[in-house]
């Protein structure tokens, strides 16, 4: 991934992720080592809610059929309402060239029980 992606993605989502967490930007880089960290905590946390919110989706469903419905739907409506977010995980996946952000996109799974 070029260090312009990277710098790219943390200039658009850094704002939010700040507002989000009720602290400023300079604040934010503090709790972590490097911009590569900070990165792979924005990656963690776009799976993990993605993951949450399919979760709950299939929880309410109770036919196997009607779960894989409901995880297709969830998907969708993902990437619609978490349209940055997804672009920049599946723009990672695609491009990056750095070993440690490619390793945790590789190793991360997701998984969502359906039945």
């Not at 009720?22 to 799976?47: G, M, N, Q, S, W």
């Not at 060239?97 to 969502?112: H, K, P």
Request: charged content about 25%; hydrophobic content about 50%.
């Amino acid at each position: 991934m070029s260090r312009t992606f990277f710098c790219a993605v943390l200039l658009l989502l850094l704002p939010s992720i700040a507002q989000a967490a009720d602290v400023t930007e300079p604040v934010l880089y503090r709790h972590f080592d490097d911009k590569k960290a900070l990165f792979l905590e924005v990656l963690r946390e776009i799976r993990e809610t993605a993951l949450l919110s399919w979760q709950g989706e299939v929880a309410r469903q109770a036919d196997p059929l009607a779960k894989l419905h409901a995880i297709a739907s969830a998907y969708l409506v993902s990437t619609r309402e978490q349209a940055p977010e997804f672009r920049v995980l599946h723009h990672s996946l695609l491009e990056t060239q750095d070993a440690e952000v490619a390793s945790f996109l590789r190793l991360s799974i997701w998984t969502v029980r359906l039945c």
